[in-house]
Every structure is written in C-alpha cells, then in structure tokens.
C-alpha cells in the first residue's frame, strides 16, 4: 500500500481520465438508448482525447487534482458542479465555433455534464465515506477488546 502513495498523483491523474471518459462514454450510450451508429461512434473516438484533455485542464484550474480525498466536502462538490459546468461551456464552444464538429449531439454536452459531477464526486465522497468508517470503526475495535 505504500507503495502506491508514491505514484498518488500518477494514480488521481489516472483516475481521473478514467472518469471523464467513462462519463463522456456514458453520456453517447445515454443519448442514443445503448445503440449509437457506427458514425456516432467514430465521432466519439475521434474526439474522446480532446475531451479529456479539456476536463483535467479545466479541474486543474480549479484546483481539483489535487488534495486529500478522504477530505472532500461541500466546496468540493461545488467546485465540481463549477469546474464540470465550465468544461462543458467550453467544449460546447470549441466543438460548435472553433471546430465545428458536426453534427454533433448537443444533448450529449447536458448529460456529460450530469454524469462528471455525479461520477467525479461520487467517487470522492465514496473515498470519504469509507475513510471515515473506517476511523470510526477502529475506536470500536479497542473497546470490545
């Protein structure tokens, strides 16, 4: 385990790739009921790495890669709910004006949304909540011992 303590950034910044692709992954699959076409799914891979790289840009500026975990609170879930929204701008953006991707599902932009913020920090909130299970269990133990 301690071990991998030194590879945390390594392993957050990993995860959170995970994550946001998951998510983006997530939002397509929601969008078209399961079933995207063979063109949806090229547009996908296609712009999956320019997603990602735009979210871990944009939760870096807020701040969001790093920290202790097992701390995450409400100005967490907010700068979550900030950061998410703010990629989601700015990929509507690029995609729309600068690249003009099309055609491109803008549906998919509101449900990314939803799924980053859910993803993103129910995973943190979850790390918190077994953190601190676990300290309250431990008081627990020495006093049935």
Not at 49 to 60: D, K, N
């Amino acid at each position: 385990m301690s071990r991998l303590l030194n590879y945390r950034r390594v392993l957050i910044l990993a995860s959170q790739m995970c994550l946001f692709a998951m998510s983006y992954y997530g939002s397509f699959l929601l969008r078209f009921d399961f079933h995207p076409d063979a063109s949806y799914q090229s547009l996908f891979a296609r712009t999956l790495p320019l997603v990602v790289a735009v979210e871990l840009l944009v939760f870096y500026a807020f701040g969001l890669l790093r920290g202790w975990w097992r701390y995450a609170g409400m100005c967490d879930a907010l700068d979550i709910c900030e950061a998410s929204f703010t990629g989601t701008v700015f990929l509507y953006w690029l995609f729309e004006f600068a690249l003009k991707v099309d055609p491109f599902p803008r549906s998919v932009f509101a449900i990314n949304l939803l799924l980053t913020v859910l993803l993103v920090g129910g995973t943190r909130f979850a790390v918190r909540a077994y953190t601190e299970s676990v300290r309250s269990d431990a008081p627990q133990l020495i006093t049935l011992i």
